[in-house]
């Protein structure tokens, strides 16, 4: 599926995510609003774990 850039609103201004695919931005999404939070905060959260080394990607 074609990747293209996710653009999103944040408290602080745009920021852009390259190279997610379409329908994983979307599946996210919808995941996110159906648990009642918003794909900003999924990423906040996600950042956050990563910085304090409680998280790590897999390769």
């Keep these: 599926m074609p990747s293209r850039v996710l653009a999103t ?3 602080t201004g745009i920021y ?3 190279g997610i695919p ?3 931005q979307r599946t996210a ?3 996110a609003a ?3 939070t918003t794909l900003g905060r ?3 959260q ?3 774990e990563y910085a304090a080394g409680t998280w790590r990607p897999s390769r």
């Design 46 to 48: 996600a950042l956050r």
């Design 16 to 18: 852009l995510v390259r």
């Design 34 to 36: 159906r648990e009642g």
């Design 29 to 31: 999404r919808v995941r």
């Design 9 to 11: 609103m944040a408290v």
């Design 42 to 44: 999924v990423f906040l």
């Design 22 to 24: 379409r329908d994983l």
